[in-house]
């Protein structure tokens, strides 16, 4: 899909790092760490219908649309992907996503295994998928009250949904258990090192591999 410089600064397809989980799973946080921790990733911002929680920014967190925008922006062809979870409608704008690609960076998505899906179809060779499961229900009840931003109601809701969500998980390249934070970004990172190494992604090798040749033949 698109290219630009890896580390190494030979050129590279750039990819599509998918996260996605049960709410409370601890996704948005290891989504943060991978941010501020790898250089050349950037987020993309969704667009939602859902109301803003308490802290959340507009712009940063999601775009905060109403549903005649949602529909505008669907019917415009404005989404990769676009998905209802809990009676919200939620969708990955794709301008911002074909930017990022095209000058090179991977792009890391938080969306569900409904846009995953959409993803995989379009652009197979360029999306990496994780699941990050919680270690037991127990933990995911507890993180989904720790974070209490959610009525006692919706926690419910969201608790009711994970097992069906969960039920996804084969549909991912990668699976991670989240036991300790520290641990499951250890190898959510190690997924993407690797995968940012894999031969098809490396488009700049046939040049260079070429030019050591010709050194080597001299
Ligand atoms: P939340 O409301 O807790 O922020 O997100 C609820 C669910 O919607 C999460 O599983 C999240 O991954 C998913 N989600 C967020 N943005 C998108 C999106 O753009 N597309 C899809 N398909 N799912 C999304």
């Keep these: 899909m ?61 775009h905060f649309v109403d549903r005649a925008r949602f529909t505008a922006m669907v019917k415009g062809d404005e989404l990769l992907e676009h998905a209802t979870v809990f009676d919200n409608s939620y969708g990955t704008p794709r301008a911002p996503v074909e930017a990022a690609l095209s000058s090179g960076k991977d792009v890391l998505f938080d969306i569900d295994w409904q846009g995953t899906q959409q993803l995989r179809e379009k652009a197979r060779a360029d999306v990496v998928s994780v699941f990050i499961l919680p270690p037991s229900a127990a933990d995911l009840e507890k993180r989904l009250h ?56 490396r488009i700049g090798l046939t040049s260079f591999v070429r030019q050591l040749q010709k050194q080597l033949e001299k």
């Design 146 to 201: 720790t974070r209490a931003q959610d009525s006692d109601e919706v926690i419910r809701g969201r608790m009711d949904r994970a097992s069906h969500e969960m039920s996804h998980w084969a549909e991912y390249d990668y699976i991670v258990v989240n036991h300790a934070l520290e641990e499951a970004f250890g190898e959510v990172q190690s997924i993407l090192k690797a995968e940012r190494l894999k031969r098809e992604r």
């Design 2 to 62: 698109a290219s630009g410089r890896g580390s190494d600064s030979l050129e590279r397809r750039g990819l599509m790092f998918v996260l996605s989980s049960p709410s409370g799973a601890g996704k948005t946080t290891l989504s943060r760490m991978l941010l501020d921790k790898i250089p050349g990733l950037s987020m993309s911002v969704s667009a939602t219908t859902r109301p803003m929680r308490p802290g959340e920014t507009d712009g940063h967190d999601y």
